[in-house]
């Protein structure tokens, strides 16, 4: 099976490149350091699968998860992270993403969570199938955004002219978010968020 890794840490991605290299089946044929770099290689080498971080420069792991579906692209996905969050893991599955495993596990077990994937099969890690139950993100669409436009120190005025919305209105959903997320304040708000990886 032909393989492409994306992740930014040159040497982990050096270190599982090898180590994947030893396997028989299995051929890495591209590597990428950014989102931008995977979706690229992705288009030109048409793998079979694709090894993605989920926190990368450019185009997150996530982000290329859902271009691939978008655009309908025949190679499936497997998302390698540190990160156990219930709002990644969700908006992962909604990707389409057949593999969810944490960056901790072994190399061998990876190979073998690769070959099940290539023959149909989905694995997601033990630690993560918890987060299933955690609650799901209650924020709108629009409530995120505002909340990743304060997040960058964007102000209710600098926010509304860019959404098109009356201050009055970016302040109403501002208070909305903060019930949903029973934050203490605006920056509170911001951590709850981040934190659950409901905003990224």
């Known amino acids: 099976m032909k393989v492409i890794l994306a992740e930014d840490q040159g040497m982990l991605r050096g270190a599982l490149s090898t180590l994947l290299a030893l396997e028989d089946d299995i051929e ?11 979706m690229q290689l992705i288009r030109q080498k048409q793998p079979d699968l694709c090894v993605l971080d ?20 025949p190679c499936r996905t497997v998302i390698v992270t540190t990160f156990a969050r219930a709002g990644y893991f969700q908006r992962a599955m909604k990707a389409g993403v057949q593999g969810y495993l944490l960056k901790d596990s072994p190399v061998s077990e990876l190979a073998e969570a690769l070959r099940k994937i290539f023959s149909g099969g989905r694995v997601i890690h033990p630690e993560l199938a918890f987060t299933l139950w955690e609650e799901s993100n209650p924020l709108t669409e629009r409530e995120q955004e505002i909340l990743r ?10 926010i509304a002219t860019l959404l098109f919305l009356s201050q009055g209105t970016v302040r109403n959903y501002i208070s909305e978010i903060m019930q949903k997320l029973e934050a203490k304040n605006r920056i509170d708000a911001v951590a709850i968020a981040e934190s659950k990886g409901w905003i990224k």
Do not use: C, H, Y
């Not at 890495?28 to 995977?38: C, L, M």
């Open 28 to 38: 890495v044929v591209g590597e990428a350091e950014n989102g931008e770099q995977a």
């Open 149 to 158: 436009r304060l997040a960058k120190g964007e102000s209710v005025a600098e």
């Open 54 to 73: 989920i926190e990368m420069p450019l185009k997150s792991g996530l982000d290329v998860a859902e271009a691939i579906k978008a655009e309908s692209i």
